[in-house]
């Protein structure tokens, strides 16, 4: 093998000595791993300042959890399915049957950039889809859920999108 030379920082020649040369490489390949991970650091520190300056907020796991999305199903105590009848036995639709489909058909925020957060703005016509089987126990007529939303209750008042508080499970409408 013949001898190569490398020069440091210093200006001085490096004989090719293997452990030298090995803490040479080491040193440099970790003050580069060093520098890459301080450059991610301040690339994240300075998008969280930019969202941050224009209002948006971070929420927890546990929070992200109990948001109403596009294609939450909705149930509602007054509601039944319609019995249909099957080879002489009556059989009732199940309540794990899609109830009430809740549509955001413009989202304008998204959790996990997938799925479209609902928001008490979200309580017109558009918004609602109820299962065609779906009866009221009040009236004894098809859900009229896209005539009767007026209001959603329960929301959280101190997160808000759009200047609009944010349905959680909880919410009523």
Same mark, same amino acid.
């Given at each position: 093998?013949?001898?190569?030379? =490398?020069?440091?920082? &210093?200006?001085?020649?490096?004989?090719?000595?293997?452990?030298?040369?090995?803490?040479?490489?080491? =040193?440099?390949?970790?003050?580069?791993?060093?520098? $890459?991970?301080? @450059?991610?650091?301040?690339?994240?520190?300075? =998008?969280?300042?930019?969202?941050?300056? $224009?209002?948006?907020?971070? &929420?927890?796991?546990?929070?992200?959890?109990?948001?109403?999305?596009?294609?939450?199903?909705?149930?509602?105590?007054?509601?039944?399915?319609?019995?249909?009848?099957?080879?002489?036995?009556?059989?009732?639709?199940?309540?794990?049957?899609?109830?009430?489909?809740?549509?955001?058909?413009?989202?304008?925020?998204?959790?996990?950039?997938?799925?479209?957060?609902?928001?008490?703005?979200?309580?017109?016509?558009?918004? =609602?889809?109820?299962?065609?089987?779906?009866?009221?126990?009040?009236?004894?007529?098809?859900?009229?859920?896209?005539?009767?939303?007026?209001?959603?209750?329960?929301? &959280?008042?101190?997160? @808000? &999108?759009?200047?609009?508080?944010?349905?959680?499970?909880?919410? @009523?409408?």
């Amino acid at each position: 093998m013949s001898r190569h030379y =490398f020069e440091n920082k &210093i200006g001085s020649d490096i004989t090719q000595n293997w452990s030298s040369l090995n803490q040479y490489y080491y =040193f440099e390949y970790y003050k580069r791993e060093q520098e $890459r991970i301080d @450059k991610e650091k301040k690339e994240k520190d300075e =998008f969280r300042k930019y969202l941050k300056e $224009r209002g948006y907020q971070q &929420i927890d796991k546990e929070f992200a959890k109990t948001l109403v999305c596009d294609g939450a199903i909705l149930e509602c105590d007054n509601a039944y399915f319609e019995r249909i009848e099957l080879t002489e036995t009556l059989y009732d639709f199940s309540p794990t049957n899609k109830m009430i489909k809740f549509v955001i058909p413009k989202p304008r925020v998204l959790l996990m950039r997938i799925d479209p957060v609902g928001t008490s703005e979200h309580k017109k016509a558009e918004n =609602f889809e109820p299962d065609a089987k779906l009866y009221c126990k009040t009236t004894g007529a098809p859900c009229e859920i896209k005539k009767k939303a007026i209001l959603w209750n329960d929301v &959280i008042q101190h997160t @808000k &999108i759009n200047g609009y508080p944010i349905l959680v499970k909880e919410s @009523k409408l």
